[in-house]
């Protein structure tokens, strides 16, 4: 059983250029969220999204947009980079119905490394 | 904006230390999570604490959350090289922003042998 898988796991743009980063979730899962984390610093919550459609964001700019499939893979797309982009891309997949359930694991991929120079 | 403050953000200690790692916040979650994170890894989940008071024990770690379910507590007895990494304290609210995970800032635990 394929747990969540990323790609690429390593990345390097030049400021000003636009980055696309995918995801497939654990499979039975149809929740995908995406989540940035800075060096030393803890993952800090982009967005989330469930039948195709952004279901809750967090507190980034019009920049960072998402896609999610009807196989419930997605992709992250951050324009015009900025160096302050650079940073680990996690992406946690979870079944909905579990969401709700204040036990319910996310499950992470191995993330994308994104450096902007 | 709820926000998890998590102390200390290093820790260096020797093999067989005792240590304890606190995540804080001034909001109410209805559940707080403890992962583990390696170097080029994603966070794995270690434990969920859902009721106030609530104490969890894995093997050497003891996991502990508050009465007003605001602040958790991660202790490591006898502490060992292969617990080295990088641990993080997750908050979930309720309402609409359930599916959201609240990170604290983590801890850098280094055990030295």
């Known amino acids: 059983d394929a747990g969540v898988t990323q790609s690429p796991t390593h990345l390097i743009k030049t400021r000003g250029q636009q980055v696309t980063l995918r995801c497939s979730p654990k499979?039975?899962?149809?929740?995908v969220s995406w989540y940035q984390q800075a060096l030393g610093q803890g993952p800090q919550f982009i967005f989330q999204?469930?039948?195709?459609?952004?279901?809750q964001r967090g507190n980034f700019p019009d920049r960072f947009s998402g896609h999610q499939f009807p196989n419930y893979s997605s992709e992250l797309n951050v324009n015009a980079l900025l160096l302050g982009d650079s940073a680990l891309y996690l992406c946690?997949?979870?079944?909905?119905?579990?969401?709700?359930?204040?036990?319910?694991?996310?499950?992470f991929g191995q993330g994308t490394r994104l450096t902007v120079v | 904006t709820q926000l998890l403050e998590q102390s200390p953000q290093f820790l260096s200690i020797q093999e067989g230390e005792n240590l304890t790692v606190y995540c804080n916040s001034s909001s109410v979650f209805s559940s707080l999570q403890w992962y583990r994170q390696e170097p080029g890894e994603g966070p794995v989940l270690l434990v969920t604490?859902?009721?106030?008071?609530e104490v969890k024990k894995l093997k050497r770690l003891t996991f502990q959350f508050g009465d007003a379910r605001k602040d958790s507590s991660l202790h490591i007895t006898a502490a060992q090289p292969g617990d080295t990494g990088l641990y993080l304290c997750?908050?979930?609210?309720?309402?609409?922003?359930?599916?959201?995970?609240?990170f604290g800032q983590g801890t850098i635990l280094t055990v030295h042998p």
């Open positions: 604490v859902v009721t106030g008071g």
């Open positions: 499979s039975g899962h149809d929740t």
């Open positions: 946690a997949s979870s079944l909905i119905e579990d969401i709700y359930r204040s036990n319910t694991e996310a499950f």
């Open positions: 997750a908050g979930r609210a309720g309402g609409t922003s359930y599916g959201k995970l609240t």
């Open positions: 999204y469930y039948e195709e459609e952004e279901r």
